[in-house]
């Protein structure tokens, strides 16, 4: 039991693990911002499509 304990101070106190999850941290609030800028992206370049297909339609 106190060899468990001692695990437990031991990843308490050190910092590598805070480290870790800041960088996850990080990492997931990149990917989100990636998201919402392709949902953007995804609409301009339908509207495009879009209308290039409605003057494509029109002129034959």
């Keep these: 039991m106190s060899n468990e304990k ?3 101070m031991r990843l308490w106190k050190e910092e590598e693990g805070q480290d870790l ?3 996850a941290l990080l990492l997931v609030l990149i990917a989100l911002a990636a998201v919402a800028a392709m949902k953007g992206l995804a609409t301009s ?3 495009v499509f879009s209308t290039a297909s409605a003057s494509l339609t029109a002129g034959t």
């Design 21 to 23: 999850t800041e960088y």
């Design 6 to 8: 001692g695990i437990w």
């Design 45 to 47: 370049i339908n509207g």
